[in-house]
């Protein structure tokens, strides 16, 4: 994916550090935070085929992307949830507090089952979210073109309009994060649902397991919709 100019925003100055590391002029300025080499290659790797000139710089620690950040503007940070440690949740409190880094986009990398933690990101300033098992050029190249628009928006929104943005955020991350999910459920039943009726018309007994194949889809459909029930009330709180 191309990230065109209709999607990124300005980028800031190159400073002096920049210039003596190498940085390429007009390049978007990456900073990826992992502890696992083979993660920070493959994120390398799929940041080579966005088709956006960009300049990568990895760190294994929260400390050493602080040391960073001291020295160079970066425009987008991918952060690893899971750290040895420290968790990716330290890191966005840092870059938020940070005078160099406080409107830089940022992108959480976790994995499906972590729903709670893409909240807490959100609530941390987190700009944006990854599922790890659907790491792709495309996903990345949209996210960081999201994150980028999305930290220019955080910047003009007032305290109540932040919580909103965050919420619509989360419940639209977390729909796109399950639908993978519940699209072969939802699928497997519609069949077994066609099944049994083929049964009736020819006079057949279906077998049990039709029935509990639906049952199971239903229980994973409603733990579900739970599921995203206690997340909404636990954005129901007073805003300050």
């Known amino acids: 994916m191309q990230i065109t100019d209709q999607n990124v925003i300005s980028k800031p100055e190159m400073t002096d550090a920049d210039f003596r590391k190498g940085a390429t002029p ?3 300025r990456v900073i990826i935070l992992d502890d696992n080499r083979f993660d920070q290659m493959r994120l390398q790797r799929i940041t080579e085929k966005i088709g956006q000139p960009m300049d990568v710089t990895m760190v294994s620690t929260v400390g050493e992307l602080e040391s960073e950040m001291d020295e160079s503007k970066f425009d987008v940070a991918l952060i690893d949830y899971r750290l040895k440690g420290e968790t990716g949740l330290d890191a966005i409190r840092l870059i938020r507090a940070h ?6 986009a940022t992108i959480m990398v976790a994995s499906d089952a972590d729903t709670d933690v893409v909240v807490n990101a959100i609530r941390s300033g987190c700009t944006n979210y990854l599922a ?4 792709s050029a495309e996903r990345l190249g949209t996210a960081i073109a999201s994150a980028l628009r999305d930290s220019l928006v955080d910047a003009d929104l007032t305290g109540p309009e932040k919580l909103r943005y965050a919420t619509y955020c989360v419940l639209q991350g977390i729909s796109e994060a399950c639908f ?3 699209r072969p459920i939802i699928g497997k039943m519609f069949k077994q649902v066609s099944f049994i009726r083929g049964c009736h018309a020819h006079g057949y007994v279906p077998s049990p397991e039709a029935l509990r194949d639906i049952e199971d889809g239903c229980l994973q459909i409603w733990q579900f919709l739970e599921e995203l029930d206690v997340y909404a009330e636990s954005w129901n709180g007073p805003v300050n």
């Open 132 to 135: 790890k098992e659907d790491l």
């Open 99 to 104: 005078p160099m880094a406080a409107d830089m």
């Open 26 to 28: 007009g390049a978007l």
């Open 180 to 182: 993978g999910e519940m």
